[in-house]
């Protein structure tokens, strides 16, 4: 696994500059600002909300589906821009990043723990106990 990041510095800002980047800097049409919030345990599941005004669609994909890019669908919970998904996980450390609009993988801000993967991503690491 690769190099592990705690709280929310410096990767925080690479990510916040890689989401403006890839967004584009159209004048017709401004990229939304994602905000994903901390996982949260529930009994035999973890919730995991996002923040994503303007998004049509948005996806969990982790370590514990394959990284499957549309396998796990979150919904929008206030009729506008906070989506989410209860997700049963087993006890261990996962990771995960979202998916929006099919596209556009989001770097979780805020996780417990960070890890680069090897390949120009860092994933947002959840723990269950």
Not at 19 to 36: H, N, R, Y
Not at 44 to 62: E, I, S
Request: hydrophobic residues 45%; proline residues 8%.
């Amino acid at each position: 696994m690769g190099m592990r990041l705690k709280g929310l510095g410096r990767a925080s800002r690479t990510v916040l500059i890689a989401i403006v980047l890839l967004g584009g800097f159209s004048a017709c049409a401004k990229p939304p600002v994602i905000t994903p919030s901390l996982p949260k345990p529930l009994a035999g599941a973890v919730r995991f909300t996002l923040l994503a005004p303007g998004a049509t669609q948005v996806f969990l994909a982790g370590s514990f589906n394959g990284w499957a890019k549309d396998a796990i669908p979150m919904k929008m919970v206030d009729g506008g821009s906070l989506w989410s998904v209860d997700v049963p996980l087993d006890e261990g450390e996962h990771t995960f990043m979202y998916v929006v609009d099919g596209v556009r993988w989001v770097t979780p801000p805020q996780a417990e723990e960070f890890v680069t993967d090897g390949f120009g991503q860092t994933n947002g690491v959840v723990i269950v106990r």
